[in-house]
């Protein structure tokens, strides 16, 4: 109201009309604006694909920085190149000269909007240009036609699965191979083993046998002679004989080797007895006395015990059956036990590599993408899948997802429907993990005159369509959204409560809504997910960063 005063005011002052004062205004803008500015390009009618270069010229000190334009803005035309600043000096001026290179691949006439050129402080703007793009013709009397290639079907590219497999099973074939080899494989008995199996008079044999291969008469060892010596005869006894007889006494051994006697309960002589006891008695002094008998006699009493085991091999009475039986158990469970540590050791180890490697993959990709990745989560298989690519909707939105999104049905009133032309595409729903609605609305006919709608009474009527789904505090936020093409829209954001399905709770959820609009048509990219869900977030980013619009046709 104020600016329409201060209009009429100076209209009735000078008395001059409305329109002569609004022209005399802005051509006192004009020069003051553009005196230091000027834009030109160099063809206004160029052909689909040719490039035009657009000059922006401007005069100034020494001492003033200029900022020209960067990025797409000559939307539009696209600039695929921008070219250094050519400086010129005039006395304490320059004259600086900066060149884009234009072009444009539809047909039409275009118009370059308004270049912001920032001079030190100060803000300029260029004049608008237009530009018509001719379509090339082409001489159909020279270039043959044909028909329309039939669909083919293309096949799907071979995917690396099969060497992940492959490699999967060359680690579990090597641990595998490795636990047998070192566990399971029935590996040659030592030499220790070989004696421990056999039967104890055979032991006891292959013990003497050994003895008498040894060097302690030679070197007068006596002490380590007699050791050996006793101890064949004692485990001998006290396999076959008495149980105790490595931890008794030479009097004690002898007692009971007496008791035994006399209870009947083994045949022994009492020659055999006796030399037995002797010899002992004499290794007791040999080890705690010091004594030294003669070798000669070192090698009598060897030979004693040889025939002495043998008398007493003699008189034992054969094994029963269940003896028999009992020693074939006792083998049995000996085999089982082993059986039993080798079943241990092996999950053991197996279990310690499925541990170690799930450490060193969380320590690498993190704990949760692991867990996630082995348990699996229905928003990282989105995310790792195999993404789709396609247009949806006339004029098309061109966009990359993981899955491809199906029509939907708009559901819209019939009295809206004969008017409008709605077309809808999505994945998911409100209740789910990830859901994603691409539609685009335009009018069945169009008028004389083109209106633009408003993209917030769209946020407004999708806003009442989530809460009538039963969504509850929706925070709002709003920016500016630009696509890797160009196109400038509305991009609506935040936070809000979803419900979840047959309950009455709520989980948390984020939303992402672009709309787009131009001469009479709605584009709009609609995206819900879950709060904590951090690979919905990336599925959503990579998303955002696919968008692209066709411009629609006139």
Same mark, same amino acid.
């Given at each position: ?60 000190? =020494? ?39 234009? =072009? ?451």
């Amino acid at each position: 109201m104020n600016h329409f005063r201060f209009t009429n005011n100076i209209t009735s002052r000078f008395g001059l009309p409305l329109t002569v004062v609004w022209s005399i205004f802005f051509g006192l803008f004009s020069l003051f604006s553009f005196g230091q500015v000027k834009s030109t390009i160099d063809s206004t009618s160029i052909k689909i694909g040719e490039q035009i270069t657009y000059h922006i010229q401007v005069e100034t000190d =020494t001492t003033s920085l200029v900022v020209f334009p960067e990025g797409q803005t000559f939307t539009p035309l696209e600039m695929i190149e921008s070219y250094d600043v050519d400086t010129l000096k005039n006395n304490d001026r320059y004259s600086l000269i900066k060149k884009y290179g234009l =072009t444009q691949f539809d047909s039409g006439s275009y118009t370059i909007p308004r270049q912001k050129i920032i001079i030190g402080d100060k803000t300029f703007f260029t004049d608008s240009l237009t530009v018509e793009v001719n379509n090339i013709a082409i001489d159909t009397t020279k270039q043959g036609l044909y028909d329309i290639k039939p669909i083919i079907d293309v096949k799907k590219p071979a995917s690396n699965w099969w060497k992940y497999a492959l490699l999967t099973l060359l680690i579990l074939g090597i641990v595998a191979f490795l636990l047998f080899w070192f566990i399971w494989r029935k590996k040659p008995l030592t030499e220790e083993e070989e004696i421990a199996l056999l039967p104890p008079y055979d032991r006891a044999k292959l013990a003497l046998k050994k003895l008498d291969e040894s060097h302690y008469l030679e070197h007068s060892e006596l002490k380590e002679y007699y050791s050996r010596l006793t101890g064949i005869i004692r485990t001998y006894l006290d396999e076959k004989v008495y149980d105790h007889s490595l931890e008794s006494t030479t009097d004690e051994l002898i007692s009971r080797l007496r008791i035994l006697k006399e209870g009947n309960q083994i045949d022994l002589s009492p020659e055999t007895i006796k030399n037995i006891e002797s010899i002992l008695k004499r290794a007791d002094l040999v080890k705690f006395a010091k004594s030294a008998p003669d070798i000669a006699l070192a090698e009598l009493d060897r030979n004693t015990i040889g025939t002495e085991i043998d008398h007493v091999k003699e008189v034992l009475p054969e094994p029963s059956e269940e003896e028999k039986l009992l020693d074939e158990q006792y083998r049995e469970e000996l085999e089982r036990k082993k059986t039993r540590k080798k079943i241990i050791l092996t999950a053991a180890i197996s279990v310690f590599l499925l541990i170690a490697t799930f450490v060193g993959f969380s320590i690498k990709y993190g704990f949760g993408y692991v867990k996630d990745t082995i348990i699996g989560h229905e928003s990282i298989e989105l995310l790792k899948g195999e993404w789709v690519t396609s247009e949806y909707g006339v004029p098309p939105i061109t966009i990359s997802t993981p899955r491809v999104l199906k029509r939907m049905d708009s559901n819209i009133p019939k009295q809206t429907a004969q008017k409008t032309q709605v077309s809808m595409f999505g994945y998911g729903s409100l209740i789910d993990d990830f859901s994603i609605v691409v539609s685009t609305s335009k009018p069945k006919e169009a008028g004389k005159e083109k209106e633009k709608i408003d993209p917030k009474l769209s946020v407004e009527q999708i806003f009442k369509i989530i809460e009538g789904s039963g969504a509850q505090n929706i925070v709002t936020k709003n920016d500016q959204f630009v696509t890797p093409n160009g196109a400038e829209g509305l991009k609506v954001y935040g936070t809000l409560d979803l419900p979840v399905l047959k309950s009455d709770k709520f989980k948390k959820g984020k939303y992402t809504i672009l709309i787009f609009t131009s001469e009479s048509v709605v584009q709009q990219v609609i995206l819900f997910w879950g709060d904590s869900d951090t690979y919905a977030d990336q599925i959503v980013e990579r998303i955002l960063n696919s968008v692209e619009l066709k411009k629609p046709e006139a």
